[in-house]
């Protein structure tokens, strides 16, 4: 599977982006999405995570409360609706895709989209 993510920018803090990820290739339904981001100097980290169907998600700490990942299916397509963000939030941030189960491991994921920049504003 391939995976695009789109939907960053340039946002002022306590503003809102929504962040896509299409896939292409069979049998995205069969896939569990997760949404990474790495900031300069730093390591890649866990932000959210939906499973197969999308009857489950799970949010690191950072994201809880402000952020919500969703997926649709039928446009083979995971989201991550970003709220209330900070200057903090400010990242390169990646979707990654793995078979049914979520997980919040990075070794965890099979295929990486190539990421998408969010810059947050003071």
């Known amino acids: 599977v391939q995976l695009q993510a789109y939907g960053g920018g340039l946002v002022q803090a306590g503003g809102s982006l929504r962040l896509s990820c299409a896939a292409s290739?069979?049998?995205?339904?069969?896939?569990?999405m997760g949404w990474f981001r790495q900031a300069p100097g730093k390591e890649r980290e866990f932000v959210a995570t939906?499973?197969?169907?999308?009857?489950?998600?799970y949010n690191a700490d950072s994201a809880k409360g402000r952020f919500t990942i969703s997926r649709d299916n039928a446009k083979s397509t995971v989201y991550l609706q970003m709220n209330s963000l900070k200057p903090d939030d400010t990242a390169v941030y990646y979707c990654?895709?793995?078979?049914?189960?979520?997980?919040?491991?990075?070794?965890?994921?099979?295929?990486w989209g190539q990421g998408t920049q969010v810059t947050v504003s003071s």
């Open positions: 939906i499973n197969w169907s999308g009857s489950s998600t």
């Open positions: 990654a895709a793995r078979k049914y189960y979520s997980s919040s491991t990075m070794e965890a994921y099979d295929y």
């Open positions: 290739g069979r049998s995205f339904s069969t896939y569990a």
